[in-house]
Antibody
């Protein structure tokens, strides 16, 4: 059964880099597209970006060029780095799998991790 | 960027009643690439509907979606106690993919 597990520091200082990893169990990371999505406390959802194991990525322009994503096929993981963080980056961060249906990939998300809370504070 | 506006913000209903949730897009959603998610407190969102009207795996048939262009609807035909949650729509027709602000379905 496919499972996604986010991991990383729960507290990051302002201006530093937020680093998170999503470990994929029960499926190869090379088989799907993967996204990061975040949710500030009490607020809605914001898509951050996606990655494919080939290196194909697409990021939300709202985060400008602060986002870097990568895939480690040897560990069956993918990762997110968000630099120059501020308090506005405080959120629950989710990793998620893109839907595959009828032989095509779609940019909806059918499997999610449980999420990890990241607080930006000095 | 496509802005999604959900209404109402809160919907108080009783178990057994029918729920109708709306999602309106600021511009047409390509190919009706519109999804609906359910989120309960402390949990990740769960995909209910994709392509405006296709139910995701293991989703009960009391959940249905409809719509095209800029207007989409999620209907829950007969509310069960476990259906009270927050519902989000999401468009994936154009990047960046965006979510609505959510509708909270609460017990009256």
């Amino acid at each position: 059964q496919l499972q996604l597990q986010e991991s990383g520091p729960g507290l990051v200082k302002p201006s530093e880099t937020l680093s998170l990893t999503c470990t994929v169990s029960g499926e190869s990371v090379t088989s799907y597209y993967w996204s990061w999505i975040r949710q500030p406390p009490g607020e809605g959802l914001e898509w951050i970006g996606y990655i494919y194991y080939s290196g194909n990525t697409n990021n939300n322009p709202s985060l400008k060029s602060r986002v870097t994503m990568s895939v480690d096929t040897s560990k069956n993981q993918f990762s997110l780095k968000l630099n120059s963080v501020t308090a506005a980056d405080t959120a629950v961060y989710y990793c998620a799998r893109h839907l595959r249906a009828h032989g095509y990939f779609y940019d909806a998300f059918d499997i999610w991790g449980r999420g990890t809370m990241v607080t930006v504070s000095s | 960027e496509i802005v999604l506006t959900q209404s109402p913000g809160t919907l108080p209903l009783s178990p057994g009643e029918r729920a109708t949730l709306s999602c309106r897009a600021s511009q047409s959603v390509r190919n009706a690439y519109l999804a609906w998610y359910q989120q309960k407190p402390g949990q990740a969102p769960r995909l209910l509907i994709y392509g405006a009207s296709s139910r995701a795996s293991s989703i009960p048939d009391r959940f249905s979606g409809s719509g095209s262009g800029t207007d989409f609807t999620l209907t829950v035909s007969r509310l069960e106690p476990e259906d009270f949650a927050v519902y989000y729509c999401q468009q994936y027709g154009s990047s960046p993919f965006t979510f609505g602000q959510g509708t909270k379905l609460e017990i009256k």
